[in-house]
């Protein structure tokens, strides 16, 4: 797992610490020490003071007495949060070695943010894996006085209002980025933005990866018979309609040895007739899937998303539209 991911994760628990009342420092020097390491997170409310310590991955009894020994030398109450499910065997044990030790696992992270559709899907989008199974559990972070505005309708009500054209291009894949990530953050990790090519003549908006569990149908399809665990997309806020040009570029960096065969165009204002021809061609004679969506798409699954249905339908819908209609 790259260091990026590690600092992102730690930088989202500070927020939601914070979002919780905690004043939070973040890279705390245990001592003045050289490479003694740093407390990730020293966390204080209601004049008790928190030792945190953040684990993207499971939890080992070596971190348990790294941070339960700094707490007590520090008299600090010791804080553990993982992006894993903890055990309760396994909490159990840790809670009997260490009983002032306060454990918080994925879903106490869940039930935390539940009433916060943007830190959720800020949560699950940054998972390598499927939550579908994990019920959400109460635990010590509970959030103060959380703000109930409705952040799908107002990122949909930015997009109605963005203009089309170059002086908006950046703005547009901003919220191309924001709306999808709202819609499939529970299907979808990595959220890789602007990737170049070795030699810097094209590049991609966005790289996703499928997330590891995933059993919805779409995706389901896209890994076992395209191959895919990333998907491209590419966002066109274009004054016309995308032309087969842009079909076949976003092509040239679709390849099955990167386990990368699948793209999504976005454009602001559709697609000719040609593009879509030129998809279908890029599917019956390199088997490259090549999804084209318009901006009322993308609206369409955030919505279908605020009526707690499921926005892959809509894609799998597409593929069946593509797929039927697609000539010898």
Known sequence: MIADTYHAFENYIAKIFKKAGFSITQNVPVSEIKNSGDIDIVAVKD?????????YRSVERHSVERICG???????????????????????????????????????????????????NELIAGLSFSIDNIEPRKGFLQMDQLQHDDYTKSLIREMEFCESGKLSFRK???????????????????WREQQQSNNDLYRFDLLCRIKDGNQKTFWQIIEKYFNSKYIIFEFKNYNEPVTQKEIYTTEKYLYSKALRRVGIIISAHGF??????????????NGKLIILLDTKDLIEMNRIKMDREDPSNFLLDKLDNLLLELEK
């Open 47 to 55: 004049e008790k003071e928190y030792c945190v310590e953040v684990k």
């Open 272 to 285: 000719d007739k040609n593009a879509y021809w030129a998809a279908k061609g890029c599917l019956r004679e």
């Open 70 to 120: 700094i707490a007590k030398e520090k008299e600090m109450i010791p804080v553990l949060v993982t992006a894993y499910i903890l055990e309760e065997k396994r909490r159990e044990y840790y809670q009997n070695l260490h009983e002032e030790l306060i454990l918080i696992d994925i879903a106490n992270l869940l039930f935390a943010v539940k009433d916060d559709e943007e830190l959720y």
């Open 172 to 190: 547009y894949e901003e919220l191309c980025h924001k709306l999808l990530k709202n819609a499939l953050s529970e299907d979808l990790a990595l």
